[in-house]
């Protein structure tokens, strides 16, 4: 299993900083480093940053990774240009997730001026043709959300990127085993990586492909500090975003996306007595207060350093990239160090 690190723009961290940190996951012995990516800093550029950076540290850099860029924000062209530029920039060390975000949202959607479509259809449709200009293939694609006809990335040699497939449910689990060159997991427990490997078993074999080819990799977030109750409620609102989101969700609603989940690993009750008490008019701070510790606990971890490597290599069971996305504590480059450090690949082995 490769080790990871995931840093996202909720560490506040400067470009000096990212310098900084880039060279520590190196020297501490991490493989690759990854990037969320929203609509604020472009991810890609990002992580050219990065690979820089720690190939100031160790020969050839670390490579780098977003996971996952929403599909809505860009063309298939352009992922393959900004996707395929990095690779080269980087000497093959980039590897592009891409996922379907918010698109089975009507708010999601109508912000971006798209109209109805399967998030299903749309990631098929991306992963085709992305993967198949980045591979130098000339694409003729008609499909219901993409039509390329005759275009080929003006790349030589061809920039060739793995792309993996942000997935969570059975479908997009399955579709990653037929058609991307890995999935993408997130907040998951170790049965659900279990869970979540036969699926994308399902979707390889169901296209004669061996499912060892497809990497399975997953953030695994982590919170240190002397101050467990400071861990606690900052992991919990980093959880919060993703297992309650944004407000109370419909009875639709919570068959979808990370909800939907969140449920099918057992957490239903849980989630719905935070639901009401945000109906009666809880605060976020109250909300991530009485957050269920055992949920945080059950996907990530949270408390003082010496505790985090050997809960890291639990949850880690059964991936192949294991990715330790940071949850800082306390603003400021040391609380994101502390977790690095807590987590370093040897430590991590060690356990």
């Known amino acids: 299993m490769e080790i990871g690190v995931g840093l996202d723009p909720t560490l506040g961290l400067d470009w000096d900083q990212q310098r900084d940190v880039s060279k520590e996951a190196a020297r501490l012995g991490y493989t690759s480093i990854w990037t969320p990516e929203g609509n604020g800093q472009d991810s890609f550029h990002l992580c050219v940053q990065r690979w820089q950076a720690s190939a100031e540290a ?19 062209l352009s992922f393959a240009m900004e996707g395929g530029t990095v690779s080269d920039i980087t000497g093959g060390k980039f590897i592009m997730g891409i996922g379907s975000g918010g698109a089975y949202r009507p708010r999601a959607r109508a912000q971006l001026g798209v109209g109805r479509m399967s998030a299903l259809s749309l990631m ?63 907040w998951c427990t170790p049965e659900q990586i279990a869970w979540s490997r036969e699926r994308i078993a399902a979707g390889a074999a169901a296209a004669g492909r061996d499912p060892s080819e497809i990497n399975v990799a997953e953030y695994i977030r982590v919170c240190v500090d002397e101050d467990v109750d400071a861990a606690r409620i900052a992991l919990a609102k980093a959880t919060m975003g993703y297992a309650l989101g ?14 939907a989940h969140f449920e099918r690993m057992g957490f239903s009750d849980e989630l719905a007595r935070l639901d009401e008490m945000r109906k009666s008019g809880a605060s976020n701070d109250e909300v991530a207060d009485a957050f269920p510790a055992e949920i945080l606990l059950s996907v990530g971890y949270f408390g003082r350093a010496e505790g985090a490597a050997a809960a890291f290599a639990r949850l880690s069971e059964g991936l192949d990239t294991a990715i330790v996305r940071v949850v800082a504590a306390r603003r400021g480059v040391e609380s994101t160090l502390s977790v690095m450090r807590a987590c370093s690949p040897e430590a991590i082995r060690a356990a």
């Not at 061809?158 to 689990?173: D, E, F, N, Q």
């Open 58 to 76: 160790v020969d050839g850099g670390l490579t780098t990774g977003i996971a996952v860029s929403p599909v809505m924000y860009r063309t298939p």
């Open 246 to 259: 944004a407000a109370v969700p419909t009875e639709r609603e919570r068959q979808l996306g990370y909800r």
């Open 124 to 186: 098929r449709d991306y992963l085709t043709v992305v993967r198949g200009l980045v591979n130098g293939e000339r694409v003729s694609h008609e499909g219901e959300t993409v039509t390329l006809r005759g275009m080929r990335l003006a790349m030589r040699p061809a920039p060739r990127t793995p792309v993996y497939l942000g997935a969570l449910g059975p479908k997009m689990l399955e579709m990653s085993g037929e058609l991307a060159d890995g999935a993408s997991l997130n």
